[in-house]
């Protein structure tokens, strides 16, 4: 019998800094087809030819219906890369939007590979964000548009991931809404915002260290505390507790690749067996929208899916050497770590690129980056197991993989139990905000021409939840918010005539 067993064979990763040495303003194809040439060169034997499907991360530029890629885009962005490295896939795949996409892949081919149904398969993506904000500012345009034309398979943009109830208030972007779960997270643990600052930069600090010695890092300065929690010009808050340094660098021209393909297959094309690295357990996971979450300071589904996927590796938490946590924000981080009792002192870092402020937040692409830094690394150190948890939308969308050059014996795994119980878990009441109630969560934006409160509490007439915001044209309650800690503070509020409620009074609390 052939061993249908599912390994990564090769991963590569490509990057430009627009202020080193050979900047080239390359496009995303151009970024990606690098990097899948890199992949093809690692696994050290003649692939490309082999290569039987090829599946692509979606830009973010190109992340909704109505967005429009500002130099073009190539009509079939997989058969793009393709042709830079001379394959010829029967299947080309673009996935929805997503950070979770890289390591979904990576669960959804192994079992494909497992069962015959596929080959030999290359998921890569890339991002030129940097490039592109780097021209337009100087007036300049590329084009980068191109027509390859062929069989695609275009899995669309995915479900809404968040309810119009926060996004008329001004919470619809990564920023506010992550904001509203970091501050819901000091209300449970009682901080003070300044000592939050601080646990957050703790938690962030050893991250920036693991960048510095990462040549495809965007960002390779070295941060300590101090200068992470302190706002300043450079490091200015952004959206309540945020300053810049804490959120992830969208600012980022990077691109990366994974060859998955059987054992059987390796050892055909001749590639060694020092490269092989074993998926030994993965779980993919959806969480309903977050205004229907029961506790906006905790993210239990995506601890459970890590849970799910060290089970069915037969490992503990205990014994995993290497982690990468995606790290958009710090509670991203703050929820896998409560979640699955990690010490805050554990000495294990949980970044192997450098996390997303630092490294960069190449988009729905930044964890293809993560396994091939976890690929390599697990290479260098036989028989130790690494995590990759990816995050997709508000902690919507989670899908994790343990990994080891171990060879495992491959049972497969089925998400299904997993995601009928956190289905069934209740929401709570929500209701227009209209009355007097306490603010459980909130957020300031500072993104405007003048700051902007968001605030997440519960009506006292009924217990239920609801979402109101400071009136744009009165910066007065906005300003009080700032002065004094929201969390907690009795407020009013009403609904006009566009159905936004609005806070009249704010009381903070004593």
Known sequence: MRDLTPIIVGVGEASERIDAPGYAALSPADLAGRAAQAACADAKASVSGEIDVIAAIRQFEVSGPNAVAPFGKADNFPRAIARRIGADPKRAILEPVGGQGPQHLVN?????????????????????????????????????????????????????????????????TPISVYALFENARRARLKLGRADYAIEMAKLFAPFT???????????????????????????????DPYPRRMVARDQANQGAAVLLTSVAKARELGIPQENFVYLHGGADVKERTPIERQDLSHGPASVLAVKRALTLAGRTIDEIALFDFYSCFPIAVFNARDGLGIAADDQRPLTVTGGLPYFGGAGNNYSMHAIASMTRALRAKPDTFGLVAANGGFLSKYSVGIYSTRPSKWTGFDSSALQAEVNSWPAPAIAPGNGAGTVATYTIDYSGAAPRGVVVGTLDSNGARFVAMTDPADPGIANAMIDADPLDARVTVALNEQERSIIKTFSPAS
């Open 108 to 172: 959804e081919f192994a079992q494909d590979i497992a069962r015959g149904e596929m080959s030999l398969a290359l998921i890569c993506g890339a991002e030129a964000i940097s490039t592109v904000r780097h021209l337009t500012s100087k007036g300049e345009k590329r084009d980068w548009s191109e027509h390859v034309g062929g069989p695609l398979e275009d899995r669309g943009f995915g479900e809404p991931l968040l309810t119009a109830d926060l996004a008329r208030h001004g919470a619809r």
């Open 209 to 239: 260290r693991v960048a510095a010695k990462n040549p495809h890092a965007m960002s390779q300065a070295i941060y300590d505390v101090d200068e992470l929690a302190t706002v300043t010009p450079s490091n200015r808050l952004t959206s």
